[in-house]
């Protein structure tokens, strides 16, 4: 699409491919709406990615080089009588600042001794061969998600969205990257309708507790009498069981991140999705999880004292916590049931501090320190009624896919962009990657955007643009209150904070505020979710800036992993760490600029956990510009869906020939239907569907002649019947229902060619079958 020229007229034009603007454009396409989706990156999500190693390594160069201006072109020759043109800002570095990369691991892998493990040979001709394409690659940014072609707006371009490199977001293709064993101990599930949500929590609550996995082997050994009398061997046992996992534990080279760069997805922002949040249920209604897989969070940890300790959230843990003493867990579960409805004495402490509230709830200060911090995750200062909702809302969202209330998206939270990218492409939307927008032609008498012109100096029509704010400059941005940022961190480790038997811990550990900082939110990730390669975890730190992420972040890291700043640490070590601040889209206004009505305007990612404000963002917009249509309705069952077989368009809410449908789409017509809706004409149906004239009629039913017909389907004629009946012409028919012609037959009667027959004549034909 690239030597192409665009259509010359849409409904919506959408620039920037980040989570609110890919939101919006799926709903908008999905009511019909035409769309034009356009993007002035090589990637998708804008700063939602993921990426890989590599093409991390080359965002990274971009963010550091200086800004080039950008000639501005004169397109006044393309205006008309009553319009004024608005250029674009086409500088993307104002939202990343303070870029830094630090490296702790040696440059070159290690020399290793002769018994290294199978797994490390077999490993190292696959790195070499793969060294030489790994640097050719950062040469040049790899997009998450590919440039859909124009043509896209059928329904069969929706199942080739995705180009031969686009690993992160095909299922089939990016199997491969995890190793076997963690592949097949806990897949990746699929979200469910709410329906079935009751059946998932299953599988994560088989994990076993991380507590109990390092506190057992201690009390496990011998009592005090087989001590005394064999001494030495429990002091012996540990050793062994070290030395077997130290080969695992080989030091990991820069090297062999590289090769290995293909297995990491790296997310610029770090969220989780609540399962009871916005994000997942519009996920299942719009029936977009599809294109999608998830695991759960398995447990919750904070950061306390100097020790990393895991926090009782379900009741199971409450039980299972060796941390909580007997008094203290059941205080702890009768607050917990206390919260669920709302009562005249936690109104009383609306406006006071979720703090004093606890403190007067007779609450010691472990639990208030869970609940605050680690549940709630609200600050001392929080108004009550705002720490009881969110305490709710944790709660509410316990037990629908597992023991805690989060799920993340397997290879890294770009994914969903793409999906919500892939929607708009099925439904007709068209997508250009590395092409923008220069300006806005104004209508100076309505006030309205009437067209755009792209960075090729084509004219666009369009009734809406919804842009990123990004593309606004800072003269036409409404600037109340001054800008804020995120401080992030991204550290790849050889080990987790909390090691248990389980290699595929997803965890949220959250960390208090300490003199005077912002709390700050961690999720380590293992290999299991994709998101990094065998041996190594992937840490994401996110907290407000306070000043530059190097500074906000790295005493904690100093604090909780091994680095050259603290040598003596017993946890993991740092083999690679990246701090940048990024722009808090919460803080920007979506009204009140200098710009036409009819123009919206959208932010990037927010400092809060969840993925609430962008939701928000999308259907905010989607309603100011279509009021009475629902926002992402759900995908027709084909089983709702009324037929006209005079029609050869579709009836309900089906999609014809031009735009096309996958999975959910049914024609009528002669067309083959497939599940349990019925067909009329001449088509052949299957599955139970019932056929009318002399059609043949697929499925379980069998029937020619006199043969015995079984399954559940219907003939008329001479056909034989379903059930265990026998009936055709003149056969005597048996069992409890028969009904061949036009006669119906109850109980064991027997019906042929439409005439009743009485008992006694029943018994002759009887005898007469018998003595054939």
Known sequence: MATEELPSEFDVVILGTGLAESVAAAAFSRVGQKVLHLDRRSYYAANWASFSFNALLTWVQQQQEEPQPH????????????????YLSQSDSASIRNVQVFCFASEEDEEEAPDTTEEEDSADPQGEAEEEASHKEGEEPE????LPPPAQSQSESAQTLPPPAQSQSEPEPAQTLPPPAQSQSEPPQTLPPPAQSQSEPEPAQTLPPPAQ????????????????????PPQTLPPPAQSQSEPSKKKISYAHLVREGRRFNIDLVSKLMFSR?????????????????FKNVTRILTYRQGRVEQVPCSRSDVFASRQLSVVEKRKLMRFLTSCAEETEEQRAYNGRPYLEFLSDQKLGDNLQHFLLHSIAMVTEATPTEQGLAAT???LRCLGRYGNTPFL???????EIPQCFCRMCAVFGGIYCLRHSVSCLLLDTHSNRCKAVIDSRGQRISCSHVVLEEGFVGAERKRSSTPPRFLSRAVLITDGSILPTDSEQQVSLVTVPPAAGGPAVKM???SPSTMTCSAGTYLVHLTCPSVGSAHQDLSPLVTSMFRTPESPDHDGPSVLWCLFFNMADGSGVEAEGHDLPENVHLSSGPDAELGHEHAVRQAESIFQKILPEEEFCPPAPNPEDIIYDGDTDGDTGDTYGDTDGDTGDAVNTGDAVNTGDAVNTGDAVNTGDAVNTGDAVNTGDAVNTGDAVNTGDAVNTGDAVNTGDAVNTGDAVNTGDAVNTGDAVNTGDAVNTD????SPGEEEEERRAVSEE
């Open 277 to 293: 949040g916005s994000l997942v249920d519009l996920l299942i209604k719009s029936n977009v999880s599809r294109y999608a897989e």
């Open 523 to 525: 999720v380590e990730l």
């Open 392 to 394: 709710r809302h944790f």
């Open 754 to 757: 439409g005439d009743k027959t």
């Open 408 to 414: 993340f998206p397997v290879y890294g939270l770009g």
């Open 143 to 146: 997009p998450p998600l590919p």
């Open 71 to 86: 000639e501005i072109q004169d397109w006044s020759s393309l205006l008309e009588e009553g319009e004024e043109l608005i």
């Open 213 to 232: 996995s390092q506190s057992e082997p201690p009390q496990t050994l011998p009592p005090p009498a087989q001590s005394q009398s064999e001494p030495e």
